[in-house]
């Protein structure tokens, strides 16, 4: 399933970077009354703003849900994945209510982070390596830091251009998939 997230997500993103505007139109995630199409909620995680946002996408993408996918399966992972894109959508088109100018959101990023807050939460003391700088952390050190830094950033508006609350929301959407799935609140018990 990871493989196949890949080879999806590089081939759209590919597509789109050789053919403009109609598919990043189309598959972008806009703002509700700008363009907004409910169909966007999972295809803006397809699209990127650049080979590099793609390429650090698709390095975590392959870290993080290779290595769940080994202890949940295909199918978990998968649903997983669409919920941390589909919260973190959810919580970019609240925010981006807000702004004066309609901007589109594109990005696997989301369902990253609900990636990383899974591998966090399930492998807390194995190390992550920072690239920027090379610092070694435990994984739930490293899922701590980048919660804090999305939200922060989210909440001072520094760093403009990035869409730092869909980071968070995809968090939101990865913790609540693992509340489900072991019966905890908010949800009931699983049968």
């Known amino acids: 399933m990871t493989q196949w997230l890949l080879v999806v997500t590089i081939g759209t993103s590919l597509l789109a970077f050789a053919g403009g505007g109609p598919l990043f139109g189309l598959l972008a995630l806009w703002p509700l009354g700008s363009g907004f199409a409910p169909w966007q909620l999972a295809t803006y995680a397809l699209l990127h703003g650049s080979l590099l946002h793609l390429a650090f996408n698709m390095y975590g993408l392959w870290m993080f849900g290779s290595e769940l996918e080994r202890l949940w399966g295909p199918r978990r992972l998968l649903q997983y994945y669409a919920v941390s894109v589909l919260v973190a959508g959810l919580v970019q088109l609240v925010v981006a209510s807000d702004s004066p100018v309609p901007y589109p959101t594109v990005g696997a990023s989301g369902g990253l982070f609900g990636l990383l807050l899974g591998y966090a939460m399930l492998f807390p003391h194995r190390t992550i390596m920072l690239l920027f700088p090379p610092i070694p952390m435990p994984a739930w ?26 980071h968070v929301g995809g968090m939101l959407g990865g913790w609540l998939m693992l509340r489900y799935w072991r019966g905890q609140p908010p949800f009931g018990r699983r049968r």
């Open 141 to 166: 050190l490293f899922a701590v830091v980048y919660g804090v830094l999305e939200l922060t950033l989210g909440v001072t508006g520094e760093a403009s251009g990035i869409a730092h609350f869909a």
